[in-house]
């Protein structure tokens, strides 16, 4: 044994068995994937978006990202619900995995999202006041190990509490960016603790939504930042 199987034994027996292995062992590395409903988008992303990942479901405006992100959610639905019939039937100890949508636009539709294939009945909608409460009521719901996929519409729509607390005549810079760094890194940190080895203790899917905005003062080059 070389020295270095010699440290990653003992860094597993550290922070826990399967913490490190060899790529061919990493079964949580096997990515199961939920189609978004158009056939195009499906080829391009290998069949959908990835379950117990983060992703960004970047475009333009009225591009039709909420659409496609209600179609993903509703194609979620229908797919936990079938795992959990068949865990059931199978004599295991399971639990039907939830779906929240983040409303930080104000602008969810129950009629369209039906329409596009969602059980609103069983869809959890919130609607924060503010960002940093949106992405701490996101944080809480990812850890809770019950949520199957998570939705927040949008991060443009994030209005952090001192902008919207202050005067129209007070200028913020960079306090969106901020925000969300500090949420990336606890929104990865709060996933990676979690078992991916354990249908029921896997991190949830993640699907964020943002709009291209034209940089201030750009003449030449790319004008577009998400």
């Given at each position: 044994m070389s020295n270095l199987d010699n440290v990653l034994k003992a860094l597993n027996k550290k922070y826990g068995a399967g913490t490190i292995v060899r790529a061919k062992d990493a079964k949580a590395l096997e990515v199961e994937r939920i189609p978004t409903g158009s056939l195009t988008f499906d080829i391009v992303t290998g069949g959908g978006i990835p379950e117990n990942r983060i992703t960004l479901l970047t475009g333009g405006y009225s591009s039709a990202k909420t659409s496609i992100a209600l179609k993903i959610v509703g194609n979620a639905q229908r797919k936990f619900k079938e795992r959990y019939e068949h865990n059931v039937s199978q004599g295991l100890k399971t639990s039907l995995k939830k779906s929240i949508w983040i409303d930080a636009e104000g602008a969810f539709d129950e009629e369209?999202?039906?329409?596009?294939?969602?059980?609103?009945?069983?869809?959890?909608?919130?609607?924060?006041?503010?960002?940093?409460?949106?992405?701490?009521?996101?944080?809480?719901?990812?850890?809770?190990?019950e949520c199957g996929i998570l939705v927040l519409d949008s991060i443009a729509g994030l209005v952090p509490?001192?902008?919207?607390?202050?005067?129209?005549?007070?200028?913020?810079?960079?306090?969106?960016?901020?925000?969300?760094?500090?949420?990336?890194?606890?929104?990865?940190?709060?996933?990676?603790?979690?078992?991916?080895?354990?249908?029921?203790?896997?991190?949830?899917?993640?699907?964020?939504?943002?709009?291209?905005?034209?940089?201030?003062?750009?003449?030449?080059?790319?004008?577009?930042?998400?």
């Open positions: 369209w999202a039906r329409k596009l294939g969602v059980d609103t009945d069983e869809l959890i909608v919130v609607r924060p006041e503010y960002g940093e409460q949106a992405l701490d009521i996101a944080d809480v719901i990812v850890k809770s190990g509490k001192g902008e919207a607390e202050e005067s129209m005549e007070k200028l913020f810079m960079g306090d969106l960016a901020k925000m969300m760094n500090k949420f990336f890194r606890k929104l990865t940190a709060g996933m990676n603790a979690m078992d991916l080895t354990n249908a029921d203790e896997k991190a949830p899917t993640v699907l964020l939504i943002n709009q291209y905005r034209e940089k201030i003062g750009v003449m030449y080059g790319n004008q577009l930042v998400a």
